[in-house]
Structure formats: C-alpha cells, structure tokens
C-alpha cells in the first residue's frame, strides 16, 4: 500500500525556516518522481518544487532561491527545506508521488500525502 505522510509544518514569523518531511513507503523512492505542492483555500493546487527519479529539480519562480526539495531514496524520505518564509508562503503543504518519475505536473501525479499546515505570521 503506497503512503505518503508529511511532518514539519507549524507556525513561524516572517523570516524563519522550516523543514518539511514526507516519509514515503509501499514503493521503491528511486524510481518515483517527487512533489511539493502546497495550497491556500479557495485557490488552485500549485506547484511549489519536484524531483524526478533521473535527478532534475525544479522550483516555482516564487519559492527559487528560498525552498530546496531533496531525497534519500535509501530512507525513502523527501524534504523540503524552506528558508526566509513569507506570509504568502501559508498555505497547506502536499507531498505527492508521481509513478513514471518524470513529470512535475500536478495532474500527473498519483499519489498524495495528508498535507501538513505551515503558517507565516508575525
């Protein structure tokens, strides 16, 4: 049974860091791409960063430069470390699992995780 369970989320001032985890089992990591994607109520799923089984990464222009997705496919984690955070950053936090491993896509992506909230506020 393939499960996707993300922790790390909270309440943090404008400024501050967190990092997201998603621990993934039922499935071999490697072979999956990866997603960050995060969502506000009443607004559409968006993308925030990925990670495909053959290495490449890729951010939204709005987290570039602050949020860094990384993998240990040996312990079948994903992060998702996310520095300077901004009050535009609050929204709830998705890991999600992609089986073919390449795409970035939102609707190609196949598994979800529960989502956990991060909220920036001062």
């Known amino acids: 049974q393939v499960q996707l369970v993300e922790s790390g989320g909270g309440l943090v001032q404008p400024g501050s860091s967190l990092r997201l985890s998603c621990a993934a089992s039922?499935?071999?990591?490697?072979?999956?791409?990866i997603g960050w994607f995060r969502q506000v109520p009443g607004k559409e799923l968006e993308g925030v960063s990925c990670s495909t089984s053959d290495g490449r990464r890729l951010s939204a222009d709005s987290v570039k430069g602050r949020f860094t997705i990384s993998r240990d496919n040996a312990k079948n984690m994903v992060y998702l470390q996310m520095n300077n955070l901004k009050p535009e950053d609050t929204a709830v936090y998705y890991c999600a699992g992609e089986v073919l491993g390449r795409s970035c896509e939102v609707d190609d992506y196949d598994y979800w995780g529960q989502g956990t909230q991060v909220t920036v506020s001062s």
């Open positions: 039922g499935f071999t990591l490697a072979h999956y791409a």
